[in-house]
């Protein structure tokens, strides 16, 4: 491919105007901070770019660079961001509840972790009123199958492959994906096929894929289970939206067997799918146990477990306990994200600003050879690319390329998938029609110049 100096300056799409200029940047170099980076912290992950970016500021959708240069942020910190990067009134909840008191723990009492813990239960439904807080999603999820497992009295779990749901001994277990499993000793876990409508050998037949997990029931454990765990639109996995009619089923094949229904609503809740608050709520189900994180403090380290005051009875006089869960600065802010987002509509604005979006995208699939598959909901989108739309063939090497270029003219998005070649479009809901339009042209030229 040309550098994009050589090409048709002209040719490449404009940001959008953005009001706002970052503060001089006094910090040291990016070329400082990779050296120390790389000596002194973990090689467990790897950098989006070849030239990692050194951001910042952030602004709403946009983040900026060392430079001052502005991108749009089309990944939102991995599906994280949901208000904005430092929304006003966010930040002013951290800093309020910061001046008066950092640090307490849910051995004391404290008005922003009741009242957040309030505010999440209304956005529930049925009896799922008992929230417990944690610090990340993969606690969440732990907690939440270690509360299966008492309250079952079963310690076989269902998870589906090529699902993502944490990296602790439990949920590294239930993840499916062996570029995110080391070498744990995952004990009654059972992975069920992935009901994944563009790969998966039923298609979109959700019932077919269903019967996959009863099969699992009936041959893998005694005839009963602890409970099952799913997203409900796998993120990591590459934007995956499960087939139609498939949770209905197998929610009632695990409660059959005795088990809990699980909904790890990590990159799917807060409204991000745009049609509903949760994920699983578009599959007309209702689970036992609810898992958040990401979304639910703009960034903040914060998880949730919500439950059913039955469920939550497993705990009863158990020390189930950890220092920062309930910290009252990520509630105070958690509680500020979810007036945010009620006050801005931004659900609402995911759902137009998403339909618009994918339909855009859908149109430049029939522009380029190389996209072959445009899904999600709301705004968690997904692009898989393949280089031969008939064998589905990973584009590995192009996907990464298309990356680079994009960042270059100015747009950040996510990679994810088994194979590394889906584009994963998960901004801050704030995102507007003119960014849709601004990172399909970017798309398109990057694309065009392949
Ligand atoms: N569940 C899902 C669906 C996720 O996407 C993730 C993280 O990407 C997790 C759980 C784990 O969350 P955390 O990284 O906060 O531990």
């Not at 019932?207 to 699992?216: G, I």
């Not at 765990?229 to 067997?257: D, M, N, T, W």
């Not at 063939?393 to 298309?402: D, F, L, Q, R």
Request: include cysteine.
């Amino acid at each position: 491919a040309l550098p994009l100096e050589q090409n048709n300056e002209s040719l490449i799409p404009k940001m959008p105007q953005f009001d706002y200029t970052p503060p001089p940047y006094t910090g040291p170099p990016s070329s400082e901070i990779l050296k120390k980076r790389l000596r002194y912290l973990s090689p467990s992950f790897f950098h989006l770019y070849t030239h990692p970016l050194n951001l910042v500021d952030g602004k709403m959708q946009y983040l900026f660079d060392e430079n001052g240069r502005r991108y749009l942020d089309a990944f939102g910190g991995i599906a994280t961001v949901c208000c904005g990067h430092c929304h006003p009134d966010v930040v002013e909840a951290i800093v309020n509840q910061t001046n008066r008191l950092q640090h307490s723990t849910i051995l004391y009492l404290n008005a922003a972790v009741a009242e957040f813990a309030e505010a999440l239960a209304s956005k529930m439904p049925g009896d799922l009123k008992v929230v417990f807080f944690t610090n990340s999603g993969t606690e969440a999820n732990e907690l939440a199958l270690m509360m299966a497992r008492l309250y079952s009295g079963s310690h076989d779990i269902v998870s589906i492959r090529n699902g993502y749901h944490g990296n602790a001994a439990a949920t590294m277990g239930a993840t499916a994906q062996c570029n995110y499993k080391f070498n744990v000793v995952q004990t009654g876990i059972h992975h069920a096929l992935n009901p994944d409508q563009y790969r998966g050998v039923f298609g979109s037949d959700g019932s077919k894929y269903a019967k996959d997990v009863e099969d699992l029931i009936a041959y893998g454990t005694c005839g009963r289970v602890g409970g099952f765990i799913a997203e409900a639109i796998q993120g990591v996995g590459g934007i995956l939206e499960l087939a139609p009619g498939y949770l209905p089923s197998v929610y009632s094949s695990i409660r059959k067997a005795g088990g809990l229904c699980i909904a790890d609503e990590v990159q799917s809740g807060f409204g991000r799918t745009g049609s509903h608050f949760w994920g699983f709520e578009a599959h007309g189900v209702v689970p036992d146990i609810v898992t958040m994180a990401k979304g639910i403090g703009n960034g903040l380290p914060l998880g949730a477990v919500v439950t059913t005051p039955e469920i939550a009875k497993v705990l009863t006089y158990r020390c189930y306990f950890n220092t920062f869960g309930g910290n009252p600065v990520s509630t105070a802010g958690g509680l500020a994200v979810l007036r945010v987002l009620e006050k801005e509509k931004l659900q609402e604005n995911a759902f137009a600003v998403g339909s618009y979006l994918k339909e855009r995208l859908t149109s430049l699939k029939e522009k380029h050879e190389i996209i072959g598959d445009v899904r999600g909901r709301g705004l968690m989108l997904g692009i898989e690319l393949v280089t031969d739309r008939e064998l589905k063939t990973p584009a590995k090497a192009e996907t990464v390329h298309i990356m680079e270029q994009m960042k270059e003219m100015g747009v950040l998005i996510g990679k994810g998938g088994f194979h590394g070649n889906v584009f994963r479009i998960t901004p801050p809901l704030c995102f507007t029609k003119e960014d849709a339009d601004f990172l399909v042209g970017v798309m398109d030229y990057a694309m065009l110049k392949l």
